[in-house]
């Protein structure tokens, strides 16, 4: 029962954001068919999380999201049936890594956004180091997954509008410590290698502070 509300809550999604969106979707099929994987994701608003995961079937994606998402009932509900992992931000949550973990070694995608937060504007926050401690304990590839245009959506509804949604799908890679001791310092400089590949694939506008042409050296990347 519940596997059929879960495929029947995605096809109607799936249905109701291709009215409201044009969606640039050929870039999704850069994801592997099988296998574990971190799609690391940039965050703009609400409306990209039930659009992207409806449209990697039939690849299960198991998302981090923050706790305090459960206040909402129905909202909760559905994150519930999504299977999503609930994350005290903020803080090192053990319970919430050891479920990264069990998803990843299940074979499933993880979705991460390394912002933390939603940025709304579409502009690129700074990275959090949370998705490190993923990568390093999972060894599992990461790879980048953008979008951008969702931003719109509010201006675009009013005068009856489809929004375009850009997606982007980069090359994946792991991490590597170099042997190094993985301190704070470290794995801050690796986000923000991370969020580095993630501004790569955006436009200039949407970097931030990522924004830097050349970016810096890759020290932390290993590409796959």
């Known amino acids: 029962m519940r596997r059929f509300l879960r495929w029947l809550v995605l096809t109607m999604l799936e249905g109701i954001t291709a009215i409201l969106f044009r969606i640039e979707k050929d870039e999704l099929d850069k994801i592997p068919a099988s296998g574990p994987m971190i799609l690391a ?4 608003g609400s409306l990209e999380v ?10 299960r994606v198991v998302s981090l999201a923050k706790i305090e998402t459960w206040d909402n009932k129905l909202v909760g509900w559905l994150f519930d049936l999504w299977e999503s992992i609930p994350i005290h931000r903020g803080e090192v949550d053990l319970w919430a890594l050891r479920r990264c973990l069990t998803c990843l070694s299940a074979g499933d995608l993880l979705g991460v956004a390394p912002e933390g937060t939603r940025s709304y504007d579409g502009n690129l926050l700074s990275g959090r180091p949370g998705i490190v401690l993923i990568g390093l304990h999972s060894g599992a590839p990461i790879l980048p997954v953008v979008h951008w245009g969702v931003e719109d959506f509010p201006k675009n509804i009013k005068h009856l509008k489809r929004t375009k ?6 090359k994946p890679f792991t991490l590597d410590s170099k042997g190094e001791k993985v301190n704070g310092r470290i794995r801050q400089k690796m986000a923000d290698e991370i969020m580095f590949q993630i501004a790569n694939l955006m436009p200039e506008k949407y970097r931030g502070k990522y924004a830097l042409n050349p970016p810096p050296p890759m020290k932390y990347l290993r590409f796959t």
């Not at 994701?41 to 703009?44: A, E, F, L």
């Open 41 to 44: 994701m940039n965050h703009i």
């Open 50 to 59: 039930p659009l992207l995961r409806a449209r990697v079937r039939p690849r």
């Open 165 to 170: 949604f850009h997606i982007r799908v980069g």
